[in-house]
Nanobody
């Protein structure tokens, strides 16, 4: 069982940076792949970035070069560094954990989800 709690969201201006954090409970954190998804009002939840238990990372084309996912094993933490934010990055951002390490851009691969944190980017 893994419990996830996101933090770090807020209201920023276009071009600003923000770092989201995800605190994970459970002694087996290091064996999970971790992902970030986001959901804007009226839209489907979409993949943002993922990192496997071994540290391989993947990100959606729309955030490549701007967002970076990292994890800190000793603290059971996952981070999403978001730079050059744009108004269409506005969404609720969710942290998720998966036992597998493939197809991490699919929501269905994740067994555990956090409650989400709101990110709003003004123009």
């Amino acid at each position: 069982q893994v419990q996830l709690v996101e933090s770090g969201g807020g209201l920023v201006q276009a071009g600003d940076s923000l770092r989201l954090s995800c605190a994970a409970s459970g002694r087996t954190f290091g064996t999970y792949s971790m992902g970030w998804f986001r959901q804007a009002p009226g839209k489907e939840r979409e993949f943002v970035a993922a990192i496997t238990w071994s540290g391989s990372t993947y990100s959606a084309d729309i955030v490549k070069g701007r967002f970076t996912i990292t994890r800190e094993y000793a603290k059971n933490m996952v981070y999403l560094q978001m730079n050059s934010l744009k108004p269409n990055d506005t969404a609720v951002y969710y942290c998720a954990a998966a036992t597998g390490r493939t197809d991490l851009d699919f929501k269905s691969k994740y067994q555990y989800w956090g409650q989400g944190t709101q990110v709003t980017v003004s123009s």
